[in-house]
Structures are given as C-alpha cells and as structure tokens.
C-alpha cells in the first residue's frame, strides 16, 4: 500500500492552498456577511482555468485524477464554502450530464463556456417535496413534436437563481417511479422558465440557492440528455459516488478551516497565566480532531481511488460523505469551545464554520437514507 | 534576452520551527514557499519576457529534492524551463560557497540579465546578489522598483532610497535584486499549472560546475552556526484603566517612571 501523494499531486496541492489562501480565504467572512453572489471573486478565480478540472485536456480541462479533485474541493472549501458550491456546482454536478450526452451544438453553447466561468450552471434534483426519494419527483416532461414539454418546480437549487443553464431531472412516465426519469437541458431565455424565491440560508451564504419554475417550458429533442429513455436515476449512481465523495472533501475542508482558526487560537490565548494549549482538556480537543480528520480524509482518498480504478466505490462513498460530515461537525463545535464566548460572535470565524458545516448534512444525501443503504447493502435481502 | 532568475525555497512564516536539541540545526514544519522577494523577480522575468522579443527565462536554485516544489511554481507563473543544483552533499552555512555556485551555474548557462529576490526571509542574509555578481564582475542594483528596457544593452531601473527615488542606467548584462512593490507576482493558471506538473527538471551537480574542489568540500565554509536561541517571550501587555485620556496618561507616565524606569 502507497499512502503518498505523488510529486505531481503534492503540486497540485500546494499550488490550490496557495490560490485560495491568497484569493478565497480573505474574502470568506464578506461573503458570508453579504450573502451576495461573490461575481468579482468568480471572474478572478474562474479565470484562472479550474472550472475544468476534471475534464479532458483536449477540450480545455485540466484532467485531474480523482485524488487531485478531492484535494481541490477540500481546499476551496477550507476557504469559502459559500463560494466553494457554487465553483463545484459548475466543475461537477451542473455539467456531468451536458458533458456525457450533449450534442456538438450544445457543448459549444453551454459546456465550454461554463469551463471558462463565463457560464453558470446547475443541476436540479430537489422538489419542495422530495430530496434523496428521487422516485417522489413530481417535474414532468411530456413528448412535444420534436421535443419535451416540461413542468414542474424545483427547490433548494444551487446557484439556481443566477444559472446560466441547468440540468433538470424529470419523469417522463411517472407511473413507471424512479425507472421513469430523464434529465433535460433547460436555458436561461427558454419562455417559461424563471426563477422564484431565493432562500435565506443558515450557513453556505454567497451561494445563491433558491427555486426554479418550469411553467409549460418546450425544449428540442436534442436537450433530452441519456442515451436511453428512463436511465435517469442509472446516471445519477454513475456520478453519485464522486458527489458523496466531493461532499465529504469539502466537509474536511470546513473542518481544517475550523481547526487551523482554533489552533492559532489555542497557542495564543492566555487563561490562567499561560495559552490555554498547555492545558490537557484543549490537547485532547486538538488530538481527537485530528485523528478524526485524519480517518475522514483516508476514506475520502481511499473512496477517490477506488472511483479512480474503476472499482465499486458505492459503500464507500457513502460512508466517507457521511464520516467526514459528522467529524465536521464536531470539528466545528470543539472550535466554538475553544474559542469561548468569542465564537459566539458575528466579528469572528467559528460560528460561521459552525454554521457552514450544518449544510453538508444534507447534500449528497441525508445519513439518515445513507445509514439505511450501508446497512441494507451490509446484509442484503433476507 | 537570455533572463536567469535565482530563487530560494523558504519555511513559510506561518510555519512552526524548532530548535532542535543540538541547539545548531532546526526542525521546520513541512510549509514551504517559493521566497516572498524571489517571486518578484520571477514575476519581472515574465513580464519582461512579454516585452523582449525572443527571450528565455531559466530559473534555478540551490537546494534539496523538496525545492523542486518552488522550481515548479515559478513554471506554473510562466518560466521556461527549470534547474535544481543539488545541494544534499553539500549543504552549507556559508553564502559565499552558495554565491560562487551559483555564479558558475550563470557561467555556464550563459545569460543577459539575472534576476533574484533582495534577501531570503529566512536567513535574511541579503548578500547572494551582490556576491554573484561581484564573482561575475557585472554590474548589479540592489532592491530596485522598477525596471525598464533603454535597447539591447541597457536598462533603466529604479530604487527607493531614503525620501525620494533614484534612477539609474544598467549596462546589460547584469543582476537586479528585487524588491516589494515593484509588481504583484500573478497567482498561476491551470495550464501553468499543468505545465509545471509535467516539466522535466534537470538536477545539476555542482562538481559539473568547474569549481574547485576545495570550494564543495565540507570544511570549505567560512562561517560556521554555533547555536540558535528562541526570542525571549514578551511580558503580557497591560492595558491602562481611567475615566479620562488625562488620568491614563498620567497612569502610563507614573508606571513608565516606576515600572519600565524608562523617564
């Protein structure tokens, strides 16, 4: 077993915590304060060629490994989960599917550009009523002519309402559940689809996420994207597994921001005639949240891997989404200890970690439903 | 314009350092940087390039495997190509042996113009500048602001000296120390990045160098580190109480009398 990254990785690594502690991390507590879409730091970062990351050089991207991605969103992450999402939003989710199946015509009006940043893309799943029971989707797309007729509402959309494009899921026959759903490339200007309410969130501020109305919206037949009518929910579990393990990188990512902030905190802060980490109940805080971290980030990398030779990383992934997410978590609320009643504070860092880290409970699937998979895959049908 | 830019990997200032129980050697945390003065000059060197027709920018240090990490970057900004003089045998104290290696590095690789960081912030030495050049018997500016082309053989730079400016004419070739504000060094794209990733970089011998072999033997260096001792913790800060700017500042005078002896 080789647990080192590479020279090229460690490169990589190197080359995106610089980038976001120069460019990201001291815009995160503005973002944050505003919550307004962060559009100078998108042009600036964007331009800098990341939105490619994972794919092929010889249409503009990066084509990062598995291993390099994840250390990607971690680090973007550490830096501004707010802004975090919604770049995600564009590298993975919001252009898998144009990416895989779109046509020539609809590669060069929608996934290059979104590469370049000049774009915003995104990827609706969630309904007011149905998130992970993607079975429950009530959006419907009805054949038109030469194309679909789609209605329907989504909610809790990243970067929803400031998308440039997004990939809707819909079913296309709802008596047949989740072997009835297809996705289809809605754009921006396409009569009947708008933009409703934007949500005033807890945590992940900057990103703007709201509801999408698709009100009698026709779209061409070329933006049914799949190879097969009804394979919408095989594609979801072809790219599942890197959103789990994407979510649970950038879980790790706001934990080390936490972490890095109340380490510098604990070496500094006097209580009692001396830094109150010379005191064993702070040590113990540090050396718990380590080994934690420590565990989520080899599941993440060990998840990454497999995805990247090719291997079934489906229990896996679920159980580092759901891992990284809960030691997130108790990163985050050591922190806030640490740090006393400052971190109770609005002028200071942890309470926005504390927040920040509350969202990642639910994308990629509550633990609730990913507890239910591990178990059930574990023992099988009786 | 042939340009040869020297840099220096440095611990981050961030990054947590040791004595370690020799009091002679330190143990760093594993956060490196390129040298916050160096990637001026790398920066320079790409502008520059943009402005010369047909130049070259080559990049090179002295140091251990991990450097390549600080060669790199300097790719991913926008260096042409990349040299790691290997310094595992031979890791010295002395900045006159890393100066005359250096210098025979730019001997033999040939250049118009060198560029380097003003000092290390690490050592803080701020001599291998001047001592390269002098080896090389060019002329050299320290610290400069600003750099202009005249024509092919001449530059114009610019350097802050005390309440005003100074300007000056360099005959090329010659080395330039650079300093802060003279550009902000561009965060890299990814297709530097990329580049950078899959650069060959070549590791030089210093013995390749044509220098004698008295100066890379061990007991060559002229100076020698004795120890290290940490900075002496500072007194917690007392704040002064008062109703009114007038009884604080009585208090600080009465504690600046009493206390500090300092009045």
């Known amino acids: 077993m080789d647990f080192t990254l590479t020279e090229q990785q460690e490169f990589f690594k190197k080359v995106i915590v610089d980038t976001v502690d120069k460019m990201v991390a001291p815009k995160a507590q503005e973002i944050d304060e505003k919550d307004e879409f962060p559009w100078e730091l998108w042009k600036e970062f964007t331009s800098l060629g990341y939105l490619g990351l994972r794919y092929p050089e010889e249409i503009g991207g990066m084509n990062a490994d598995k291993i390099m ?314 | 314009m042939n340009i040869l830019v020297f840099i220096k990997q440095v611990a981050d200032t961030e990054a947590r350092i040791l004595i370690k129980g020799d009091n002679r050697s330190l143990e760093i945390e594993n956060k490196y940087n390129l040298n916050f003065f160096d990637e001026f000059a790398v920066e320079e060197a790409i502008r520059l390039k943009g402005k010369v027709k047909d130049s070259k920018i080559s990049v090179c240090t002295y140091g251990g495997k991990k450097a390549v990490e600080a060669l790199r970057t300097a790719i991913a900004m926008g260096v042409d190509q990349a040299y790691l003089i290997d310094n595992t045998d031979l890791d010295t104290d002395d900045p006159l042996i890393t100066a005359k290696i250096l210098a025979g590095f730019a001997k033999k690789e040939g250049f118009d113009l060198i560029l380097c960081g003003r000092q290390a912030i690490d050592d803080e030495n701020g001599n291998i500048g001047a001592m390269v050049a002098e080896l090389l018997k060019i002329p050299h500016v320290t610290a400069i602001t600003k750099l202009e082309v005249a024509d092919d053989k001449k530059i114009i730079v610019e350097s802050d000296i005390e309440g005003g400016k100074e300007t000056k004419e360099v005959q090329l070739p010659a080395l330039l120390t650079t300093q802060k504000g003279i550009n902000e060094p561009r965060v890299p794209l990814i297709t530097g990045v990329m580049k950078a990733m899959k650069a060959n970089i070549p590791v030089v011998d210093p013995a390749s160098l044509g220098l004698s072999r008295e100066l890379l033997s061990r007991d060559a260096s002229k100076i020698k580190i004795l120890s290290y001792e940490t900075p002496k913790g500072r007194p917690a800060v007392k704040m002064i109480e008062g109703e009114t700017p007038e009884e604080k500042v009585k208090k600080l005078i009465k504690l600046l009398r009493e206390e500090a002896k300092v009045l």
């Not at chain 1, 009523?129 to 989707?137: C, F, I, V, Y």
């Not at chain 1, 708008?194 to 996420?209: A, E, F």
């Not at chain 1, 393990?245 to 921001?257: D, E, P, R, S, V």
């Open chain 1, 69 to 382: 991605c994840m250390t990607f969103y971690e680090e973007i992450a550490r830096g501004s989960v707010g802004f975090a999402q919604s770049v995600i939003m564009n590298i993975l989710m919001g252009t898998y599917f144009i990416y895989r199946f779109g046509s020539d015509s609809i590669k060069e009006r929608c996934l290059y550009p979104a590469m370049r940043g000049e774009k915003i893309a995104t990827m609706c799943f969630t309904e007011d009523q149905s998130g992970s029971d993607l079975g429950a989707t009530r959006t419907t797309a009805v054949k038109d002519g030469n194309g679909w007729r789609i209605n329907g509402t989504k909610m809790w959309i990243t970067n929803g309402p400031i998308c440039d494009f997004c990939t809707v899921l819909a079913t296309t026959d709802p008596s047949k559940g989740l072997k009835g759903l297809d996705f289809f490339l809605v754009e921006k200007g396409t009569p009947g689809f708008s933009s409703g309410q934007i949500l005033n969130k807890l945590g992940c501020r900057g990103t703007v996420t709201g509801e999408l109305v698709f009100d009698n919206v026709w779209v061409p037949e070329e933006n049914l994207l799949g190879e097969e009518l009804g394979k919408g929910v095989n594609y979801v579990g072809d790219i599942l597994d890197e959103v789990r393990l994407m979510t649970g990188a950038m879980a790790l990512g706001i934990a080390k921001g936490a972490y890095n902030e109340g380490l510098e905190f604990a070496r500094k802060r006097v209580a009692f005639g001396q830094p109150i980490g010379n005191y064993q109940l702070i040590r113990e805080k540090f050396a718990d949240m380590d080994t934690l971290m420590n565990a989520a980030r080899l599941m993440i990398y060990y998840g990454a891997w497999m995805l990247e030779n090719g291997m079934d990383s489906r229990l896996i992934a679920a159980e580092a989404k759901m891992f990284a997410t809960e030691v997130c978590l108790k990163v985050v609320d050591e922190v806030t200890r640490i740090y006393g009643a400052n971190a109770f504070a609005y002028e200071y860092t942890p309470q926005r970690y504390f927040r920040d880290a509350r969202f990642l409970l639910y994308g990629g699937g509550t633990h609730e439903v990913l507890k239910d998979f591990i178990g059930r895959s574990i023992i099988g049908k009786l």
